[in-house]
């Protein structure tokens, strides 16, 4: 069967779903899910990449720092192809430890840091012990499942799929009104499914600090770029819409609502929480210098390729992306 036919018989079966079980099998299928493809999906070859894809200056940047603090354990959750945790290893000395859903990511991470012999791989965030370090993570919040809301002249509904992935729509369950009502201005709304429950496990497991890395905006600044609802859905490097195609085969990711990711931290005991651009970040954590160790090189390729890499990480991706740091204490 395709994935696309497990999914509809599961919808005969049950009657219409959640967006977020839709989501959820389409990127994590264990054999069909678009995360778990092999040759891998991100990476140039694939349907998309990251920074850590771009260039090792990314991860040696970040690296350089997490050293520079003497974390004594840093964790990863979200680790893809494992490209940032290898360029991190090249700074950092300290203990690393993965946590990936993906079973074929994790095979992948295993391979790309064969030589390092500080790393440890969890399946979940449950299995992790008691730990004092840094928790980082790159494009991980955008990956996760959402359920989507329309808001129709102040009324929310729920989006819920039907066999033939059309709409039904159905009013929501009352706890989410609060949540739903920060978000008036817009039409729909994605609203995340597992975040909370991630920090949740996390912070209680966790002291130290916090590096999340991800693309998006404050709630007010979201809803006015996007009042139809942030969903974006990447084929082949272009953008698309339509979610519920291609499935197994296409991205479903969103530009996430950094306002509601600091409100979850915040309820969850992390304190002195800032968001900054990722380029002011990479900036102030010395990426230019590390860009003059690779002047200092005599293959100009290799200094061109840098320098590009620089500019893309700052320029193009420098703005969208965003970088929230805090802390927990005790
Ligand atoms: C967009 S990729 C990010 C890759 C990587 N961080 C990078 O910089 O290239 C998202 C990764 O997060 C993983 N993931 C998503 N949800 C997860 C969860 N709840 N726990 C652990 N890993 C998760 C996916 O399997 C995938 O490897």
């Known amino acids: 069967m395709t994935l696309e036919e497990i999914i509809k018989e599961k919808i005969k079966r049950k009657g219409p779903i959640k967006v977020s079980e839709f989501v959820e099998l389409a990127l994590y299928h ?7 493809h ?7 070859k694939g349907d998309f990449y990251t920074s850590s894809d771009l260039h090792p200056i990314f991860g040696r940047t970040i690296g350089k720092f997490l050293d520079s603090k003497k974390f004594p354990v840093v964790l990863e959750i979200g680790a893809g ?4 945790a290898h360029d991190i290893l090249e700074e950092y000395r300290g203990e ?10 994790q095979e992948i991470e295993k391979e790309v840091l064969r030589n390092f012999s500080n790393v440890r791989w969890f399946n979940n965030i449950e299995e992790i012990p008691e730990f004092q370090g840094i928790f980082i993570s790159n494009e991980l919040f955008d990956a996760f499942p959402f359920d989507l809301y329309k808001n129709q002249e102040g009324k929310w509904f729920e989006i819920l799929l039907k066999e033939d992935f059309s ?3 159905c009013p929501p369950d009352e706890e989410i009104f609060p949540l739903l009502d920060h978000y008036r201005e817009a039409e729909f709304v994605v609203i995340p ?3 909370e429950n991630l920090i949740e496990v996390l912070s209680k497991k966790h002291t130290g600090e916090i590096l999340i890395i991800d693309y998006g905006y404050e709630r007010d600044e979201l809803v006015r770029k996007f009042p139809y609802g942030s969903i974006l859905t990447y084929k082949n ?3 698309g819409e339509h979610f519920t195609k291609n499935i197994g085969e296409q991205d479903i990711t969103f530009f996430i609502d950094f306002t509601l990711l600091e409100e979850i931290l915040q309820s969850n005991g992390y304190s002195d ?11 102030e954590q010395g990426i230019m210098d590390v860009l003059q160790e690779y002047e200092k090189i005599s293959d100009e390729k290799e200094k061109i390729k840098a320098r590009l890499a620089v500019k893309t990480l700052i320029f193009d991706f420098g703005r969208t992306f965003k970088v929230l740091r805090g802390r927990k204490i005790g």
Not at 273 to 283: E, K, S
Request: net charge neutral; aromatic share 18%; hydrophobic share 45%.
């Open 38 to 44: 092999y040759p891998p999906v991100i990476g140039r």
């Open 30 to 36: 264990p054999e069909s899910g678009f995360y778990n």
């Open 237 to 239: 490097h272009a953008f």
């Open 96 to 105: 690393y430890w993965i946590v990936e859903k993906s079973r074929i990511m």
């Open 167 to 169: 709409h039904e729509l």
């Open 81 to 84: 192809k494992g490209w940032l």
């Open 273 to 283: 929480l800032i968001i900054q651009t990722q380029a002011d970040f990479l900036i």
């Open 193 to 195: 499914a597992g975040w």
